[in-house]
């Protein structure tokens, strides 16, 4: 190979490591910039962009906005936004239309159901239309109360419409600490005070004493250990609680009140018998 030959080799080596670092494939995790809406009513349900969930009324003080991290090609995003983002590259934008069949679903009939006032009012439930509520654990809307009665529809607030997607892929994370800590962030809401070790495919993760007594805590890891076994390709996946015995305080010392000096009195001069000190005459006290 000629030294020109082998610049061309290095020069297509380059290129496709960059295709391969701006490329979405499946499986990987993307920061994402995303603006979506109902598109027969321009009704915008989902954003990451703060202006925008502002200038639409849907404005939520408890959200955190900015790109979010999604795994792609993995079925958790709508069917036609997955397909179509495992095909995007980093940095471009994109605009796609997905129907309700590869959207949220198509709407069924069966799961609209009219059940008695009362089944609410025993829950100190005010029945009324747009209201979320759960019915024998079933996740449901209110469309309609009438006497006696409240219609409360089952399916997917988005079923049956076409949604608009307005995204841009921000970048593509690689290193496992940063992927893992991602995870932790999609899963739990946050990766704030969680150590993160891994050594190949084992993972050690220790965690914060915020979240050893957090019941979402119990639920959220299994999805962690989920998705670091198919996103990272973890063989181990290690959850340490460390507890530490708290160092015992010791109590001030009282202070002892400070001893008054003792005074030596005077020496007195000796006296013959019988006469007081004063009644020596000055040779007496020669003597």
Not at 84 to 107: C, D, N, Q, S, T
Not at 153 to 177: H, I
Request: glycine residues 6%; aromatic residues 6%; charged residues 35%.
């Amino acid at each position: 190979m000629t030294e020109k030959e082998g610049a061309k080799t290095h020069h297509a080596k380059d290129e496709e490591k960059d295709a391969a670092e701006t490329k979405v494939e499946a499986g990987d995790i993307v920061m994402v910039e995303y603006d979506a809406w109902v598109e027969d009513s321009k009704e915008l349900f989902d954003t990451t962009n703060e202006a925008v969930a502002k200038d639409n009324d849907v404005f939520n003080e408890k959200m955190v906005y900015g790109p979010q991290p999604l795994i792609v090609g993995k079925g958790r995003l709508f069917p036609g936004l997955d397909e179509h983002m495992v095909k995007a590259e980093v940095g471009k934008e994109y605009e796609v239309l997905i129907p309700p069949e590869k959207a949220a679903g198509v709407r069924d009939p069966k799961l609209v159901e009219l059940h008695p006032v009362r089944e609410f009012l025993k829950q100190e439930i005010e029945p009324r239309v747009g209201l979320e509520v759960t019915v024998k654990n079933r996740p449901g809307h209110i469309t309609a109360v009438t006497a006696g009665r409240v219609r409360v529809d089952f399916n997917n607030k988005l079923a049956g419409r076409t949604l608009k997607y307005k995204y841009k892929v921000v970048s593509k994370p690689t290193k496992p600490k940063e992927l893992a800590e991602l995870i932790l962030k999609m899963s739990y809401g946050t990766s704030e005070g969680f150590d993160i070790e891994h050594h190949g495919k084992d993972f050690k993760v220790k965690l914060p004493d915020a979240c050893k007594y957090d019941q979402r805590w119990i639920l959220s890891k299994y999805g962690v250990v989920r998705d670091m076994r198919d996103v990272l390709g973890a063989e181990t996946v290690s959850f340490i609680e460390e507890y530490s015995k708290p160092e015992k305080k010791e109590e001030p010392k009282e202070e002892q009140p400070a001893k008054e000096p003792k005074v030596e009195k005077p020496a007195e001069t000796p006296s013959e018998p019988g006469k007081a000190p004063e009644e020596l005459s000055a040779e007496d006290r020669k003597a």
